[in-house]
């Protein structure tokens, strides 16, 4: 990178070289201009000879013209050249004695004159040509300056509105497309039926300028339409006669600004719609807390208009009381609070209608802040009335809703311990009368009614497992449900209750697989793994009659897994979610019994060992239930209730 002097230096030659050339140029220029008098004054003397016959009076008269085109052409040098010269040469060739430079009085005077007459004329044409040059200068500053001008300019001239002038914005704006020499209508076409012409017309006819603002056109090349929007003057150009001779167009492209500020007023629209439409009551405050707008909720909440809170303090109208009668002074008022804060405030209080009735409201005060400096606050106010009613009137149906359950599982407790009473002896009964059938099989009695009483034990055992399902769930929706938790061999548990299915299993054509690898061990509750068994069993073989019914048992390395699995007529997709409610069936109750309780209590039971027990099946493929347990369970609080699990004889 050069230095600050090696750089001052290629300036230093830089601008010698340009002055250089300059000079150059001037050399050239004044050489030519000199040269060009010569010229002119020896084209005056063959002149002047060759008519000096004739005008023997007046031997100036053609150096005058040679004097005036050298002036004209070459200024001051040139001119004073052509004068000196013309001089020397009139009274050499034409005043006597000829050929000889002599001068009398009267010749002298006559070169005098003609000197004098000569520098006046060279000095008039000096200020023509300053003059002339002048303009020149004046019209490539103005050309310049309205070609790079940060504005769109054009001019046209005559009738037709002929293109003369466009600057480079204007032409960019169209396309770069051919415009100079072109009349408007040809130039633009895209104008037609804008009104544009129109007005070019009548400008150029009238002589009166036209204001345009934000006025669209189509601009852009052939390639590129597009829509603009356009503030514009049309101004008249006087000729000589002062009658209009064209029209300057002056104009700045405010598209963006037309499209900003009808994007804003969209907006605010939209805004209006929302405000005037919200079911939120929407105020405005002041930096002084005095209301500057409302939407048309809030007068309806508040009794109030916007004109008569309009400037006035929000709180003293609306928020001045409490509802026992004692002030409410602004400086306790959490919204008033939010300004200063510069911090939102949400709550509920109550406030004052117009004719001083007391409702509740639930608010939010939102502090604006411009440049970090609180300017108002906006508030949002809804009228909580309703709420509190629908509220009270939802509190007390549940109060009933829950009365009804208490009433209802108390109901049920009752009726199934009264149920359970008399169900025992009668299945003590039974069992007693099947023995003694039992030990003789060939005996009248026994071939009579051993079938028959085999049926009755059945359906007492049902019974007794219904009224049991329904104690079961009367304890659940009651939380009285406990645990007696101790080691528990899930393997065992297994084996035992599938031997107690054999028969029942055998009665249904199903062939129990039992799939235990060996001992699993964990903390539980016995009597309810027997009565989770159970459930699950007997809906395997109630609903895979005549397939076989597989029970696995596997250890894992925090859970153990207990897998009930039948190959019946399966469960739909849509029955899944839901076969583990409360008397919820996946089949008819009309082919196969029981009150859906089941799956409902074995869930209940699970979740309470803090396990899961989840259902995978299709309609026709069967049904599998997966039961995992971890080994050690939360501790459960309170004394264990122990019931007659569902499931047990």
Known sequence: MPDGSATQRDVTRGRSSLEARGSSRWSRSSLWDHGFALLVTSAALLLQRAVYPYVRATPFILFFGAVMLSGWKGGWGPGLLCTGLSAVLADYFFLAPNGALSLSAPDLAAITLFIIIATLITWLNVRERSARLEAQRQRERLHTLFMKAPAIIAIHRGPEHVFEFSNAIHAQLLGNRELLGRPVRQAQPELEGLGFYELLDGVYRTGEPYFGKEAPAN??????????????????????????????????????????????????????????????GLFLMDARQHCVFMNPAAEKITGFTLNELRGKPFHEFTHHTRPDGTPYPMTECPIARALPTRAQEQGEEMFVRKDGSFYPVAFTASPLLEEGKPEGTVIELRDTTEDKRIQAERERLLAELQEAVRLRDEFLSVASHELKTPLTPLSLRLQGLERTLAAEPESPLARRLGKEVEVMRRQVKRLSDLVSELLDVSRISSGRLKLLLEEVDLSEVTREVSARFVPEAQRFGCALVLDVAGPVVGQWDRLRLEQVLTNLLSNAIKYGAGKPILLRVERGPERARLLVRDAGIGITPEALGRIFNRFERAVSERHYGGLGLGLYVTRQIIVAMDGTVTAESLPEQGATFTVELPYQPRKQEGPPERGAPSGSA
């Open 219 to 280: 601009v852009g090349g052939p390639t590129t339409p597009r829509t603009g929007y356009f503030n514009f003057v049309y101004q008249p150009l006087p000729g000589p006669d002062g009658r209009p001779e064209g029209v300057l167009v002056f104009g700045f492209e405010v598209t963006e600004q037309v499209l900003a500020r009808r994007g804003l007023e969209q907006t605010e629209r939209r805004l209006a719609a929302i405000t005037q439409n919200a079911t939120l």
